[in-house]
């Protein structure tokens, strides 16, 4: 256990609509990074923020937002979802925002039917 | 452009035979390169990293190796086990991204008994 939490564990939902996928980090993490892994396809990275704030971001869709709030725990919102939306989502955190270790939670695998 | 890639994407090893996967790196300026390992439908979790300062790390029967100059660095497994039997991801950390890991595409390795 990484000590990452998210949820919902499983998310099946349809073609245009909209769902909120939720990560708490380690106790005392800052930063959170979301990734979005499809099927047999490698992480992509998504977006980082650290204290609340948006440091980094990757090849993320204009139908996909994020934040950060002051609790720390951070939510990755799909909209308009698409087929091809459909794939494990992970949050990975670590303490700071130099290099080093990430820790993943175990994901939210979405559905889009 | 942000890339790292990873060599082969399918490795098939008898039970005690060694495995090497091999990544490569576009941004010079990473200094931080961990290797994830991640069984069907879980986490990728952490089993080894190395700093741009060493050329070698080991830990029991899993060591990294870093060339630098090559932007080149690799996995190797040794007196392989069913239980390695997973899909491996090498990742670097691009310097203009705040710890923002690129991963490469996975190897997915398979002990046979």
Known sequence: DSGVTQTPKHLITATGQRVTLRCSPRSGDLS?????????????????????????????????????????????????????????????????????????????????? | GENVEQHPSTLSVQEGDSAVIKCTYSDSASNYFPWYKQELGKRPQLIIDIRSNVGEKKDQRIAVTLNKTAKHFSLHITETQPEDSAVYFCAAIFSGGYNKLIFGAGTRLAVHP
């Open chain 1, 32 to 113: 959170v990074y979301w990734y979005q892994q499809s099927l047999d396809q490698g992480l992509q990275f998504l977006i980082q923020y650290y204290n609340g704030e948006e440091r980094a971001k990757g090849n993320i869709l204009e139908r996909f937002s994020a934040q950060q709030f002051p609790d720390l725990h951070s939510e990755l919102n799909l909209s308009s979802l698409e087929l091809g939306d459909s794939a494990l989502y992970f949050c990975a955190s670590r303490t700071g925002e130099g290099q080093g270790t990430q820790y993943f939670g175990p994901g939210t695998r979405l559905t889009v039917l």
